[in-house]
């Protein structure tokens, strides 16, 4: 015969088994004196040792209470007891660990038990309706809601919202759920959590993190949860109200860092860089050792053009970075469930992901080589070199989400800034790193599709073909590399006035070119071929248009006239290739010819040379100053020339 939940029971069964009073006093006694102590040492170093200490001092506890059968005398302290010891067990890991909400539903089912139900069969979600609808006792209302409290933070912590806000509607009274009504423009979650009565603390048993402080902890992780979320989702005004709520509630210095790290990302996609500036800045005063704050600054100055506060983010943050971060302490050392515990989501970690110096120095050396600062970018790489030589595991990332390319492209660019200083024998040192390290990389023969595409995952023999596919994209690369370091060089040699080393250094390129066997409709229309390949058409027309000037240097004329029709065939209408063509053709005194050509180019650059310009994708940066390289640098000259050949050939002609 069952008992109605929560009524005395019935005198005609005999004496409910209770625990003795005595048993009671020296438990409650002992629960006060780990919180005594708690209180003492709170504020001290070694906060997590004392709270293993403790910890283990209350699961012995609990189980000592736990070797009587339930009873509901005895109830309030021992949820009471495994409220607190759940918290220490927070402290000691300064983690939220998901397994430790196996020993809430041990407590709930004791209260059950202590009623005289069962509830083994049940969900986590269903035993709490089942307790919370049920159980009415008065004096079980106030641990059983702190333990709701405490069950919230472990869904949030997981983010299980759904789960939350069915906690909190249950854990308000019928006459608190007009205070939960959430109106137009509140977030339903947020108005439940604050819609919960804290119940009041019993003087006899004591807490170690009272329900209020842990109430707005739960808004605080709440508000910055679903603030994420709708940052992910693009959802950008609701996510600044919704991380404006979290920077306003109750959280640690490092937490609210990252709120305002977050405002500023969020303020940067919705296209307001000054306010993005002003969060990220507040990020910085709060908790100077925010540094993906600062990491994000220097990306707003960069999309905003300001060159000179970028470089400055940047140098700051790599100084930072090489400093011996303070000791870690615990951010709230009062607080042993804290905001910055449940709130761990994939956009947290990339939008605070910290920087490694190599990619900070990186950006440096990238950012002064776009900028024209030759000196400082070179000393950048320089130096990005140097960090490399300490140890490639240690100074850069390997977990795809970095911003460095890949180490040969480094390289290349490093020789770029190098040659552009006026280094050139240093350039040609560096790209014959790239060349030896990539030589035993290359097949002989690389046929290729113009454009490769991935197959279907659902196709038999998919996962083969993108291995192959894969592996195919990667000789590539490292042909690219390879051949990019031979045009370097080969312009290097041009430079410092040998001529034939410099022809050398160029054939060596197209010869190494020639190992692509191009398969497809054809290869006028750049913006069809995949990237990997456009980038070997572009070497192979700057290599063209090199060796071709270095020829005319020779007085090889026809060899130079070979090189750049076949350039004008890689690239027809290309500015530098018809020039040069003209050019040539003048040199081998075919004037007419020349004059005819120029008419020609003439006619159509204004037009095509300004499409070519727009097509296609950005180059590579280690090509840039191969490209500038190859401009023609007598286009008035040979225009005169022309003009005045034109203008005699005019009078010889009878009217």
Not at 370 to 391: I, K, M, W
Not at 432 to 458: F, G, K, N
Not at 590 to 606: D, I, L, T, Y
């Amino acid at each position: 015969m069952k008992r109605r939940r929560g009524t005395d029971p019935d005198p005609d069964l005999g004496p409910e088994p209770e625990p003795e009073r005595g048993c009671l006093r020296a438990w409650a006694a002992q629960s006060q004196a780990v919180i005594g102590r708690w209180t003492t040492a709170r504020c001290g170093g070694e906060t997590r040792r004392v709270c293993q200490q403790l910890r283990d001092e209350l699961r012995e506890l609990l189980r000592r209470i736990r070797g009587l059968p339930a009873a509901l005398p005895a109830l309030p302290l021992e949820l009471t007891v495994l409220y607190n010891s759940l918290l220490f067990t927070v402290g000691a890991s300064d983690s939220a660990i998901k397994g430790q909400a196996e020993g809430i539903r041990q407590g709930l089912l004791r209260v059950l038990e202590a009623c005289g139900a069962c509830g083994q069969d049940l969900g986590t979600e269903e035993l709490w309706e089942k307790v919370l609808q049920e159980v009415t006792v008065e004096e079980l209302q106030a641990p059983l809601h702190r333990l709701g409290a405490l069950q919230a933070a472990w869904w949030l912590a997981a983010s299980q919202l759904g789960s939350v806000a069915g906690l909190f509607q249950l854990l308000s009274a019928a006459e608190d759920l007009g205070r939960a009504h959430c109106s137009e423009g509140q977030n339903k979650l947020l108005s439940l959590i604050e819609a919960w009565r804290v119940p009041p603390e019993g003087a006899s048993l004591p807490l170690v993190q009272s329900a209020k402080d842990l109430k707005e902890i739960l808004c605080t992780a709440a508000a910055f949860l679903q603030g994420l979320q709708e940052l992910e989702a693009g959802n950008f005004p609701t996510a600044l109200s919704l991380l404006q709520e979290a920077a306003g509630g109750f959280c640690s210095k490092n937490i609210l860092a990252q709120i305002y790290t977050c405002l500023g990302c969020c303020a940067q996609r919705m296209g307001k860089p000054q306010t993005a500036l002003q969060h990220l800045k507040r990020a910085l005063q709060v908790d100077f050792q925010c540094l993906p704050a600062l990491s994000h600054v220097a990306a707003v100055y960069h999309d905003l053009g300001e060159t000179d506060a970028e470089l400055q983010a940047l140098t700051l943050l790599y100084e930072a970075l090489g400093k011996s971060p303070p000791a870690a302490a615990s951010s709230s050392p009062c607080f042993l469930m804290r905001a910055e515990l449940l709130v761990h989501t994939p956009v947290l970690t990339s939008l605070l992901r910290r920087r490694y110096p190599s990619e900070v120095k990186y950006l440096l050396a990238q950012r002064c080589l776009q900028d024209g600062r030759v000196t400082d970018a070179v000393e950048h790489y320089l130096d990005f070199l140097s960090l490399l030589q300490e140890g490639l595991q240690q100074q850069v990332p390997l977990d795809g989400s970095s911003a460095l390319p890949r180490i040969p492209e480094v390289f290349l660019e490093a020789a770029s800034a190098l040659a552009q200083a006026g280094r050139h024998q240093d350039a040609i040192t560096v790209c014959e790193e790239v060349i030896s390290r990539t030589t035993d990389l290359i097949p002989r023969v690389l046929p290729v599709e113009e454009r490769l595409e991935q197959p279907e995952s659902s196709l038999p023999g998919a996962e083969l073909a993108g291995g192959l596919l894969s592996q195919k994209k990667e000789s590539l690369c490292c042909l690219a590399w390879r051949a990019a370091g031979y045009l370097h060089q080969g312009w290097a040699w041009a430079k410092l006035g040998e001529s034939k080393e410099a022809v050398t250094q160029f054939s060596r390129c197209l010869s190494d070119l020639l190992r692509v066997q191009l398969h497809g409709s054809g290869i006028k229309q750049t913006e069809n071929l995949q990237p990997e390949v456009e980038v070997l058409q572009k070497i192979r027309l700057l290599s063209l248009l090199g060796r071709g000037t270095q020829f005319l240097e020779l007085g090889r004329n026809k060899e130079a006239l070979l090189d750049f029709q076949h350039s004008l065939q890689i690239s027809p209408g290309d500015p530098a290739a018809a020039s040069y063509l003209v050019q040539a053709l003048w040199k081998l005194n075919r004037k007419q010819e020349a004059a005819a050509q120029w008419q020609k180019f003439s006619q159509s650059c204004p037009a095509e040379g300004g499409q070519q310009q727009g097509q296609g994708r950005p180059l590579p940066l280690y090509l840039v100053s191969c490209l500038e390289q190859a401009v023609f640098p007598h286009s008035e000259a040979l225009a005169r020339s022309i003009q005045d050949y034109l203008g005699a050939a005019a009078q010889d002609t009878p009217s």
